[in-house]
Nanobody, 124 residues
């Protein structure tokens, strides 16, 4: 059983940066691969970034590669998404997800635990 809570979303001007945080309640965090997903109005939820349970492997959706960075801090039971050079098309609700397996797969159906989401809005 793991509870995930996202924070750090908000309004930001195009070209700016935000840092999202996802805090996990359980001490089994180190045995969970973690991912960030996003969903814009009228669109399906899509994979953004993932990190394996050791932190040694990372995956990114093509449109965010080079701009976003995922990381984890095991003592704090927290995973982060640093978002730089933000664009209006990045506007969405961002969700944190976890799975009690080593690999950071891209399919949302493979994740067992989800946060409530945090809104990110990028304006020009």
């Amino acid at each position: 059983q793991v509870q995930l809570v996202e924070s750090g979303g908000g309004l930001v001007q195009a070209g700016g940066s935000l840092r999202l945080s996802c805090a996990a309640s359980g001490r089994t965090f180190s045995r969970y691969a973690m991912g960030w997903f996003r969903q814009a109005p009228g669109k399906e939820r899509e994979f953004v970034a993932g990190i394996n349970w050791s932190g040694g492997s990372k995956s990114y959706e093509d449109s965010v590669k080079g701009r976003f960075t995922i990381s984890r801090d095991t003592p704090k039971n927290t995973v982060y998404l640093q978002m730089n050079s933000l664009k209006p098309e990045d506007t969405a609700v961002y969700y944190c997800a976890g799975r009690p397996l080593p690999w950071e797969v891209v399919n949302a159906a493979e994740y067992d635990y989800w946060g409530q989401g945090t809104q990110v809005t990028v304006f020009s």
